[in-house]
């Protein structure tokens, strides 16, 4: 698997939101446990208008699942580690234990 060909899971932050900062170990956690399956970015919503609106993104925090440049699932508002398996798990095939 090429870096290009990795699924990409962003990760919608922001400074005022607690839920967001809450959530930054788990994601990191989540990068640790699928590093070379998947890469976790986090992005600032505020800063990131226009990546926000071309994702659909309208909550913080909010996790979407991009594979081949295209979003094929997401998490609006605080998520847990099994909610996170969960959705890779239905898009990246093999079983997920983060």
Avoid: C, W, Y
């Avoid at 994702?55 to 508002?77: F, H, Q």
Wanted: net charge positive.
């Amino acid at each position: 698997m090429t870096r290009d060909e990795i699924p990409h899971l962003v990760f919608f932050t922001s400074r005022r939101s607690g839920p967001a900062r809450r959530m930054e170990s788990l994601l990191a956690h989540v990068a640790r446990e699928q590093r070379g399956r998947l890469r976790v970015r986090r992005v600032d919503a505020d800063r990131h208008a226009r990546l926000r609106q071309r994702l659909e993104v309208e909550n913080v925090p909010s996790l979407v699942l991009v594979v081949d440049r295209k979003a094929v699932a997401r998490i609006d508002g605080r998520a847990n580690l099994p909610q996170i398996e969960r959705l890779l798990e239905s898009h990246l095939g093999e079983r997920v234990r983060a």
